[in-house]
């Protein structure tokens, strides 16, 4: 898990220098290729397998290299760099993240509010537009609400980066994304090695509930490819879906889910698609009398005690 955490990190790191090495400073980005999806695979004949599931898990048990590999050209100093911010305890992670790199490149970063909530969008993105920064990096926001400020960057040839964001080949071309941190190739991951994770932990005995955010762009495919990657790894296997509002997390989403595994007393693994969602949850379980593992995708600090007592994994 520690290496989980790590990656959160180097995602807040990478977007800053992403956006440079691809912008500003006229650089490559090594980690931008275009997302992947997951490739078709037959289910398990009959019960758990057990063996496939360590097998996926153990490639990815080592640390990993630091996604941008070409140097800079120049360093961008005085350059001012927007941040649209989601508005969430991890975006604000990767926002107190991206300030040593900032400081280490000379650039100003200012942090625009564009979320939680949609109505905060079209303030926040108006905002910074007229701001005239040298260069954008959009967190994870609903696509469908930026579009149009998308296409008055790329008019302005104003370099932008996202992250947890899912574009295809060919919208990032039309929107003019000249880098993507952890698109649809993180969802998928995320939800394939969680999948595995109760695979093996649990084999066919595991039930479980998955935990979706609609309001996060890369939740629906994580989720998706938990399910899929279940089915294959355990067709007897039960899993069931849970929507939580983004609104919700951290304050009632915990009544939520305390109140759908006491409906359902069989579960016995719940997942998520960002540990926002256990804010507060072990402790809320254990008042209720109820035993379940929590495993995350994307932890923030607030989850770190959880994790390091073993509430959560």
Not at 134 to 161: E, M, S
Request: glycine residues 8%.
């Amino acid at each position: 898990m520690g290496s989980v955490i790590a990656g959160v990190r180097r995602i807040g790191l990478a977007s800053a220098a992403a956006l440079l090495s691809v912008g500003l400073a006229g650089g490559a980005l090594a980690a931008s290729a275009s997302p992947r999806t997951p490739a078709a695979r037959h289910p398990s004949a009959a019960g758990a397998n057990v063996a496939a599931a360590k097998a996926l898990l153990a490639k990815y048990s080592h640390p990993t290299a630091f996604p941008v590999s070409v140097p800079l050209k120049r360093r961008p100093v005085g350059a001012h760099i927007a941040v649209m911010s989601c508005g969430t305890s991890v975006c604000g992670l990767l926002w107190d993240l991206m300030q040593p790199a900032a400081k280490l490149m000379g650039v100003q970063l200012k942090e625009y509010l564009a979320g939680p909530s949609v109505a905060a969008v079209p303030t926040a993105f108006s905002a910074m537009l007229a701001s005239k920064p040298a260069g954008v990096i959009i967190l994870p926001t609903n696509p469908l609400l930026i579009k149009p400020y998308l296409l008055q960057l790329k008019a302005k040839h104003i370099p932008v980066a996202t992250g947890g964001m899912p574009w295809t080949t060919a919208e990032r071309r039309q929107y003019g994304i000249g880098a993507q941190q952890s698109g649809e190739p993180f969802a998928f991951l995320g939800g394939e090695l969680q999948a595995a994770w109760v695979v093996a932990k649990y084999g066919a005995k595991a039930n479980v509930m998955i935990e979706n955010i609609p309001d996060l762009v890369f939740s629906p495919s994580l989720v998706a490819t938990f399910k899929s990657e279940m089915h294959r790894l355990c067709s007897v296997c039960k899993v069931t879906e849970l929507d939580i509002p983004i609104t919700t997390m951290g304050t009632t989403d915990t009544t939520q889910e305390v109140a759908a595994l006491q409906r359902d007393p069989g579960i016995n693994v719940v997942a998520t698609a960002s540990g926002e969602t256990y804010y507060g949850v072990p402790a809320a379980l254990a008042a209720a009398g109820i035993h379940v593992a929590l495993v995350d995708n994307a932890p923030a600090p607030e989850n770190l005690a959880d994790i390091q007592s073993g509430q959560e994994t």
